[in-house]
């Protein structure tokens, strides 16, 4: 079974430059996550799809951040203007099932390698 | 304010010996607790969960405690492997706590080293 596939895998920009990422999540899988790392911090999630509905955006910056899921499958995350700060690594991860308490392997999150971001 | 805590930033335990990584968290409506663990240049990968109704769950070589009155808990590798050098993060979640379910609230990682 092919894993959560993520490009670019670096990608250097220099501040107010826009950048996207691109994921592709696991085969079948309803739920699509994009997390923020930031060095020396867990994950920090940003938002999360069910399909290609949003289910939480709370914690996306949307002034700059813009995330979507057509067709529900594929995702893009986008940064526009970006600046100093969202100097990060950017994961994506999916789940067969859509969240809620972990009583099953349906729920459980499967990550990609991420996109290190440097914003210079 | 961070609710999931891992203390130290890093462990250095010998081949063979047992690794014992902690975790504490404040939410008390948090009742669902995963490890991953994380390789250079890789995403973090599952490694164990536990839910608030049990107080211990084994897997092979990992084993998680929970101990809700104290919000802790730990996870106990016997014995450790080279392999098992890696960033280890404690994930917590839960239906009510705040969040929308699914959401993930991860420590800042744990770094264990196994030495040959």
């Known amino acids: 079974e092919a894993g959560v596939a993520q490009s670019p895998r670096y990608k250097i920009i220099e501040k107010r430059q826009s950048v996207a990422f691109w994921c592709n999540p696991i085969s079948g899988h309803a739920t699509l996550y994009w997390y923020q790392q930031i060095l020396g911090q867990g994950p920090k999630l940003l938002i999360q799809?069910?399909?290609?509905?949003?289910?939480?955006d709370s914690q996306l910056p949307k002034d700059r951040f813009s995330a979507e899921r057509l067709k529900g499958v594929d995702s893009t995350l986008k940064i526009q203007p970006a600046k100093l700060e969202d100097s990060a690594v950017y994961l994506c991860?999916?789940?067969?099932?859509?969240?809620?308490?972990?009583?099953?392997?349906?729920?459980?999150?499967?990550f990609g390698a991420g996109t290190r971001l440097s914003v210079l | 304010d961070q609710q999931v805590k891992q203390n130290s930033p890093s462990l250095s335990v010998q081949e063979g010996r047992i690794s014992i990584l902690n975790c504490d968290y404040t939410?008390?409506?948090?009742?669902?607790f995963l490890w991953y663990k994380k390789y250079p240049a890789e995403g973090p990968t599952f490694l164990i969960s536990?839910?608030?109704?049990?107080d211990k769950n084994e897997d092979g070589r990992f084993t998680v405690f929970l101990n809700k009155s104290a919000k802790h808990l730990s996870l106990h590798i016997v014995p450790s492997q080279p392999g098992d050098s890696a960033v280890y993060f404690c994930?917590?979640?839960?239906?009510?706590?705040?969040?929308?379910?699914?959401?993930?609230?991860f420590g800042k990682g744990t770094k264990l080293s196994v030495k040959p």
């Open positions: 799809f069910q399909n290609n509905g949003v289910v939480d």
């Open positions: 536990i839910s608030s109704i049990k």
């Open positions: 991860a999916s789940s067969l099932g859509s969240g809620g308490l972990y009583v099953n392997a349906k729920n459980i999150q499967y």
């Open positions: 939410n008390s409506m948090f009742d669902y």
């Open positions: 994930a917590a979640s839960g239906m009510n706590y705040g969040g929308s379910q699914g959401n993930l609230i």
